[in-house]
């Protein structure tokens, strides 16, 4: 199972809506144990505005150019782990 680690998620956020330097080697994604691990699948509905799990992966290593925080599907996810 592929997982957010939320506090990661965040601290990124905000450091890059800060202006900031943010640290490419931080996990923001890892696999974790089905029968070990609490975690939450949100409800999903498909928009032109999501955002795939292979954007999530390149925007964690901080690969893309792109920035996707106007997408709904961005701040849905983003939102949640607030």
Known sequence: MRLITVETFLERESLMNEGKRVDRRAE???????????YAILSHRWTA??????????L????????????????????TCE
């Open 28 to 38: 923001v994604l890892e696999f974790g144990d089905d029968e070990a691990t609490e």
């Open 49 to 58: 505005q999501e955002v795939d799990y292979a954007e999530i992966v390149e």
């Open 60 to 79: 964690a290593k901080m690969a893309v150019e792109e920035r996707f925080e106007q997408r709904d599907g961005y701040r849905k996810i983003f939102q």
